[in-house]
């Protein structure tokens, strides 16, 4: 089982409507990233989070450190918000500065929005 | 300022050759990250650099694969005799620190094929 867990893999809604993407995993972290990537493009971070809830313009993600779950939400869709939305963490509760480093990835889900 | 950037973008490559990937991470960044992202998947992690050091390279697939950071700014990935699995694309990021306040700014990215 991978330690990150992303749903859907595949996600095709109308423009306007109200995304959610869902992210599990299975190891303590110490934080949880949300990135973005277009095809043939780079990754951009949306989020870095530990607790709660960020906001950022039409994007919202949520954290639930003890049941491990993350959600991005994208309100009020758009064309341009299709792409790959990954989710990371970043493992190591507790580790000494310099080695609490490593990000481990989901698969991604592939968000398009049409027309 | 300007961000991470990679070179070059694309590169094709015959089985059995020699490849070098560039990374020039943003000023000032001082770790550097390498991760190796298969066609429909999440990105995997390679090694790590703070500064000049290679304090992990665990993620490297095998004896071909060998990174290096000279003079803790620029950072070239090398495989040596290249195989068709090692086809993917090949992300660099940096990151200021290592702590969990800081986030890592990734590049756009070399798709290397081996035919």
């Known amino acids: 089982k991978n330690e990150v867990e992303q749903s859907p893999q595949n996600l095709t809604a109308q423009e306007g409507e109200f995304i959610t993407i869902n992210c599990s995993y299975s190891v303590g972290i110490s934080a949880l990233h949300w990135l973005q990537q277009h095809p043939g493009g780079g990754i951009v971070s949306l989020f870095m989070l530990s607790s709660g809830k960020k906001k950022h313009g039409r994007l919202i993600a949520t954290i639930n450190i003890q049941e491990k779950h993350s959600s991005l939400h994208i309100t009020a869709s758009h064309p341009r918000d299709s792409a790959v939305y990954i989710c990371?963490?970043?493992?190591?509760?507790?580790?000494?500065?310099?080695?609490?480093?490593?990000?481990?990835f989901g698969k991604g889900t592939l968000l398009t929005v049409n027309p | 300022g300007a961000g991470v950037s990679q070179s070059p973008r694309y590169k094709v490559a015959k089985r059995g050759q020699d490849v070098a990937l560039r990374c020039d991470p943003i000023?000032?960044?001082?770790?550097l990250f390498w991760y190796q992202q298969a066609l429909g998947q999440g990105p995997e992690f390679l090694t790590y650099?703070?500064?000049?050091?290679?304090?992990?390279k665990s993620g490297l697939p095998s004896d071909r694969f060998f990174a290096e950071r000279p003079e803790g700014s620029v950072s070239t990935l090398k495989i040596q005799r290249t195989q068709q699995e090692d086809s993917a694309v090949y992300l660099c990021a940096s990151s200021h620190s290592t702590g969990n306040s800081y986030e890592q700014y990734f590049g756009p990215g070399t798709r290397l094929t081996v035919t």
């Open positions: 990371a963490v970043r493992s190591g509760v507790g580790k000494i500065e310099g080695s609490n480093y490593k990000l481990t």
């Open positions: 000023s000032g960044h001082v770790s």
């Open positions: 650099f703070q500064n000049e050091a290679q304090l992990d």
